[in-house]
């Protein structure tokens, strides 16, 4: 690859964001930034913000929370709008509002869930597997992670439908102040009407607790449930799917690594994070200076935004080797783990959940429908579907009919 002067990448990266562009697109111009020797470079886009791509710089983003804030907004365009607990918002009010969200998300929850959501995706797999054909995201990827929210939260399963339409709407219409409004408290107020039922009908769920759960002293209002459940369906369902597309995509495009999953189903989980390290569904979340700060060698002014990119941080050369291709034998610790779930204090209290979705919906797969294969691997593409989210969003697949 040529390396480009900084000067000719200027123009390039003052116009960037994930709103105008593709992923491919948006890896190639980072790589060629890094190489050009601007691990830190300033764009123009939803207001300005600065692209932070270098490992150690993303994940002092991460660590110092006194000089970069969650604080009002993780996303851009900055919108009017309720924050999302517990990510946007630093000590001391994140530690109240992770104190409630633990209850639903921590070390324990996939094992509570594990044989549901194994069941929920073997009863999707029965739906097609006589047929011998699928799409692999829309009737497999898309569902899974929605049938194990409800699972994790409490909803009935025929509840379904209308989370995975209220989690859309969410993401979709978050740039259009007035429709992301409305599409927040619609959601704000299903869940209110959820809760509400549970101090009458209690349960060993997520919405029992919230019905008894005390943010300062108080019971939750209608707001603050709102803001709970759009948390847990952001970050838990678009996400998730995602990641799993991604999955599917890796190992059925790599004979050798398919053929090792399917001899030793205990390399599935060094898959799964292989496929997170290098496709972060998230390309990252941003950050508000709260002070002037030299990172990268470029200042950054007080209030300035900065998106911590975990898609970039995630292929730093001077971190892994050969960064841009998935090695099944990669091993990761504490100075190369990767950053797609964060890190520090606003790490993703869903990750242990996500990753057993992950490795449930592969080792299934694998195990029923040996077969199987991409129907054109070759027009698989990942397109920015809003909020640095970076998805396929179809995945044909074809094997041999079982019953």
Known sequence: MTVESKDDLTAELENYSSYNTTPDEAMDLFERARAAGCPVAHSKELGGFYLVLDYDDVKKLHADWETFSNSPTVVLPVAE???????????????????????????????????????????????????????LVTEL????????LCRVIGFD????????????????????PEKGAKAFMDFAAFGYQEVRARVEDPRDDFLTALSHARLNGEPLDALQIGQIMNSFLIAGHGTSVAAM?????????????????????????SAVEENLRLHPPFF?????????VELGGVTV??????????????????????????????????????????????????????????RLALEEVLRRLPDIRLSDPDAVEYQFLGTETSAIVTLPAEFTPVN
């Open 81 to 135: 709008r309720p924050g999302f607990p517990p990510i946007e918002f630093d000590p001391p009010e994140n530690t109240p509002w992770r104190e409630i969200i633990n209850q639903g998300f921590n070390v324990d929850t996939p094992a509570k869930v594990e044989a549901g959501v194994r069941e929920d995706i073997n009863r999707l797999i029965d739906q097609f597997a006589s047929r011998g054909t699928c799409d």
């Open 245 to 269: 597309a991604s999955l599917f995509y890796e190992v059925l495009t790599r004979p050798e690594v398919r053929r090792r999953l399917a001899d030793d189903a205990e390399l599935i989980p």
């Open 141 to 148: 990827c898309e569902e899974v992670p929605t049938l194990a």
């Open 157 to 176: 399963l025929n509840k379904r439908d209308t989370v995975r339409e209220l989690t859309a709407r969410i993401v979709q219409d978050m740039q259009d």
């Open 284 to 292: 990252g979340l941003y950050r508000r200076a709260t002070r002037d």
């Open 301 to 358: 002014p007080e209030g300035s935004y900065l998106q911590a990119c975990w898609a970039g941080a995630n292929r730093d050369p001077k971190v892994y080797d050969n960064p841009n291709e998935f090695d099944l034998d990669r091993k990761f610790g504490r100075k190369n783990r990767h950053l797609t779930f964060g890190f520090g204090i606003h790490a993703c209290p869903g990750a242990p959940t996500a990753r057993m979705e992950l």
